[in-house]
């Protein structure tokens, strides 16, 4: 009960409907039909939307109302059933002040750890950078479960010393399990991306360290793109995931890239070697990463959302107006509730470009004699 809760626009019209009746049905109704009981419903309805207080008000005027209508209900003309109608709405107000006050102090309490679990989300899937250079950068992230911010989806925008290095991925399973494991992905990404100088190596860094912190049943499907300013080109490395996307010119096509094992699987011979793909990367065209929780999702029909048909229609520069209108569609496909975790990174290119140089190996340290 003290968990029970209703809104408060719903609340007030029940409430006052229930005064209401019982005022209509003393001015119109026969003697015999008595609604006088129904007063008793006020407070309990008052008490699971507001403050204690206010169901003390709402309990005082529904007593003060059933002793206006029947002033003699303590005098001799009263009998028991009407004075247990009286003691039944004090009851009900005095249990509906400890109801919304045991309420409240639960609130407070969630409000406390949803606080805590915001900072660690926060902390998790960090806010993308929506500009670095001329490379624009936009996400939109959908959990499956209810009220939970995050899931199994994972991203990530690095500018690193290499170039700038994105990760989209989805981990295998859902819950808490998943979570864990996107944050161990998330930081092995983190180190190896700062390090490592080149992305295939990354690549192996990230697979090596899930190798040894994941269950042997565990693994994570990803993909990977070093953008590079002044190259022209982008980087691909996929890793059991779906393929990119990538428009231009009013069209859309996937970028082929060899489709290596997840991550996490590198004591397999085939994870050793993982191919990096060189695609073309022009000012105007917008790349967008996506999970599976996206393209398969299904409407009443059991149709999949056709991603690249909505994409020849909303794709252009703003990266964030794109992602938003796709979101949007999305969820109208599914009718507002997604079956899985759904996640988009757009990376658009909106002119030229410095080059900038790669460090082709680590700084050592000058010695002066003295």
Known sequence: MPALALPARRAVPVAVGLYVAVLVSR????????????????????????????????????????????????????????????AAILIVTLFGCWVGWERRRQDARLHRVQSVAEVAQRALLRPVPRAIGRFGFAVRYRAAAEEASIGGDLYEVLETPYGVRVLLGDVRGKGLEAVDMAARTLGAFR???????????????????????????????????????????????????????????????????EAGLPLGMGLLPAATARAVEQVPFRPGDVLLMHTDGVTEARNTSGAFYPLGRHLTTYAHNDAAGMLDAVEQALIAHVGGKLEDDAAMLAVTLTGPLLKIVKPARALEPTHQSA
């Open 27 to 86: 001015a119109f109704a026969p003697d015999y039909l008595d609604m006088h009981a129904v007063l008793i419903a006020v407070p309990a309805v008052v008490a699971m939307a507001y403050r204690p207080w206010l169901t003390a008000t709402a309990g005082v005027v529904a007593l003060a109302t059933r002793l206006l209508l029947n002033p003699h209900v303590y005098g001799g003309g009263g009998d028991k059933s009407t004075t247990g109608v009286s």
């Open 191 to 257: 180190e190896a991306a700062y390090d490592a100088p080149t992305l295939a190596e990354v690549g192996a860094r990230v697979d090596r360290s899930l190798n040894r912190q994941l269950g042997t049943e565990d693994f994570v499907t990803a993909v990977m793109v070093e953008l590079c300013p002044g190259e022209g080109t982008m980087q691909v490395l996929a890793c059991g995931h779906p393929s990119p996307l990538l428009v231009r010119g009013g069209t859309v096509g996937e970028v082929i890239a």
